[in-house]
């Protein structure tokens, strides 16, 4: 799979499991970024989740605020 994925011009940029005989090697740099965005999207899922309840009480807005820091 990942010499097709190759052929089409992608980068392999998820690490493979360390206790692998033959590692593959990857972009370290890119894989950091692409974990960040990951995270930022992962953040906003879960905020967008928080933010459309119906029970907007203080409490919970106050959290958010906390959590969002």
Known sequence: ?????????????????????????????AYKARNLIERCFNKLKHFRRIATRYDRRAVNLAAILVWMR
């Open 1 to 29: 799979m990942r010499q097709v994925i190759s052929s089409l011009g992608a980068e392999a940029v998820i690490p493979c499991n360390p206790t692998r005989k033959h590692l593959i090697p990857y972009d370290f740099d």
